[in-house]
């Protein structure tokens, strides 16, 4: 069974930092892209950053490109989401996906995580 089990969100005031992580179970995560996604409340759900199989390959929402960074750890099958310079439009629910290489779609979700800052 597929675990993605995040952690590390809290409360922080504006330009502050925090470091979320998620840890993958189940399976061997080495083919899979990751990503983070996040949903403020009364809104979709929206892209925040992916990292491909390799972490090569990195991807950033406008809204986060230079203050957010997002790197994994292959052996441990950890992603990371570095998020710095914060905002209160931040303040959603983080959500830790993964993709199996061969498909389209993000197909592994975990709990979320939520992250709320103050201004």
């Known amino acids: 069974q597929v675990q993605l089990v995040e952690s590390g969100g809290g409360l922080v005031q504006a330009g502050g930092s925090l470091r979320l992580s998620c840890v993958a179970s189940?399976?061997?995560?080495?083919?899979?892209?990751m990503g983070w996604f996040r949903q403020a409340p009364g809104k979709e759900r929206e892209f925040v950053a992916a990292?491909?199989?390799?972490?090569?390959?990195?991807s950033y929402a406008d809204s986060v490109k230079g203050r957010f960074t997002i790197s994994r750890d292959i052996i441990k099958n950890i992603v990371y989401l570095q998020m710095n310079s914060l905002k209160p439009e931040d303040t959603a629910v983080y959500y830790c996906?993964?993709?199996?290489?061969?498909?389209?779609?993000?197909?592994?979700w975990g709990q979320g995580t939520q992250v709320t800052v103050s201004s």
């Open positions: 996906a993964a993709r199996d290489g061969t498909k389209a779609d993000f197909g592994f």
């Open positions: 189940g399976r061997t995560f080495t083919s899979y892209a």
């Open positions: 990292i491909n199989w390799s972490g090569i390959e990195r």
